[in-house]
């Protein structure tokens, strides 16, 4: 075959085919591109004949009392087989009044073609490895309080407004102890079970048994960051006096605050200590009460050598280990504000933060803001401990 008949071959078959073998997916990904924009614009306007014109209802009842400023749909890749198609796509939303930026996350969606050669939606699910959002799980139910939104599925609307005033506290609370700007708001996710939990963080359900609530968010989030979720294991939290409630969502919204400053140089010691040390600032709780295997621990011979690692916060291992380790971080927090001040606490951790990494942030930190070093610093609250559980 000459060369011109190989062009020619080419030229021929580029509708069906690449010349490289490649098949050619832009004139249908520009097809499911326009579905998708379709639905997208009949979701936000919560038209439901219209979304129902580009396909299956596909969540939308779970979803449609979600307050939406933005839902956005981007095809990144289509693979066909016959008169169907499966869609990779990038899915951007924002929650009204709380995200400045969108979440992103990655969605499979399923489109078949109908007589007319129409494609229409009739699945749409997380992306293999992606995590799930609340209305995956169920309708989602809203509650909007002063200070926070509070979103849940499988609970009642009693219990998701009890979520919702124990926010409303935490939000003034956190604003009290940390005098740098930040929302002051919160968003609560409250899923029907921990395996709820463990499917909104991606991750198994028993890398989070015992763990009443997390944070999610980007360390060193910028003001056009999403809002971070508070998400909430109801399994555990439903084991918490009310004083322990309150306690976790105020340290959870101390995540929220901190965020900005919170970054690959702050060690988790300090992180947490600090989300417990503003939780347990509002209450009477002694150090015996708030920090029982610790206090064990001391009492019992075994005082910690040295400020707790990374490491070990672990939520995969020994649960008392894991105590401890808080407890320690938030002891190190109560003593600063205790032996030097609260201001002083605060414009500690603002400056670790802003250490360029995390190798010598806490040294250049405890020598700028506090005139110690990391020796005589470990020391003293090593002292400190013997004189709080002795």
């Known amino acids: ?38 639905r997208a614009e009949a979701l936000l306007d919560r ?29 990144k890749d289509v693979r066909r087989s016959g008169d169907t198609v499966t869609a990779d796509t990038e899915l951007r939303y924002r929650v009204r009044g709380f995200d400045r930026a969108p979440v992103t996350t990655a969605r499979t969606l399923e489109l078949s073609r109908d007589a007319d050669g129409q494609w229409s939606v009739d699945s749409d699910r ?6 799930q959002q609340l209305w995956d799980q169920g309708a989602v139910r809203v509650v909007h309080g002063t200070h926070s939104l509070v979103l849940g599925v499988g609970q009642s609307r009693a219990a998701l407004d009890r979520f919702a005033g124990l926010a409303d506290r935490a939000v003034p609370a956190v604003s009290d102890a940390w005098h740098t700007a930040w929302s002051r708001q919160v968003v609560v996710l409250v899923p029907e079970s921990l395996e709820g939990m463990a499917g909104l963080l991606g991750s198994p359900a028993s890398s989070y048994r015992g763990i009443a609530a997390v944070t999610t968010g980007e360390t060193g989030a910028r003001d056009t960051a999403p809002a971070d979720r508070v998400v909430v294991n109801p399994d555990a939290y439903g084991m918490l006096g009310s004083v322990g409630r309150q306690v976790v969502l105020t340290h959870e919204t101390t995540h929220v605050a901190t965020r900005a400053h919170t970054t690959p140089a702050t060690p988790l010691w300090l992180s947490e200590g600090y989300a417990d040390w503003v939780g347990y600032r509002g209450t009477d709780r002694t150090p015996e009460q708030a920090a029982p295997e610790l206090a064990a621990a001391v009492t019992g011979g075994r005082l910690p050598a040295g400020l707790p690692k990374d490491g070990d916060f672990g939520f995969d291992g020994d649960a008392n280990a894991l105590a401890r380790a808080y407890e320690s971080g938030w002891m190190a927090c109560r003593m600063i504000a205790d032996r030097w001040d609260e201001e002083r606490l605060g414009e500690f951790y603002r400056a670790v933060g802003g250490h360029g990494g ?24 090593r002292d400190y401990l013997r004189s709080e559980f002795g």
């Open 1 to 38: 075959m000459s060369g011109s008949s190989v062009v020619a071959l080419c030229l021929l078959l580029v509708s069906l085919v690449a010349c490289g073998g490649r098949p050619d997916t832009e004139p249908l990904r520009a097809d499911v591109q326009r579905v998708l924009d379709r």
């Open 47 to 75: 038209d439901e004949r219209a979304l129902l014109r580009t396909g299956a209802r596909a969540g939308y009842d779970n979803l449609r009392a979600v307050p939406l400023d933005d839902w956005t749909y981007r095809v």
């Open 126 to 131: 997380p992306a293999r490895k992606s995590a």
């Open 358 to 381: 995390r190798s010598g942030a806490v040294e250049s930190a405890l020598s700028r803001v506090l005139g110690t070093t990391l020796e005589d610093f470990t020391a003293e609250w």
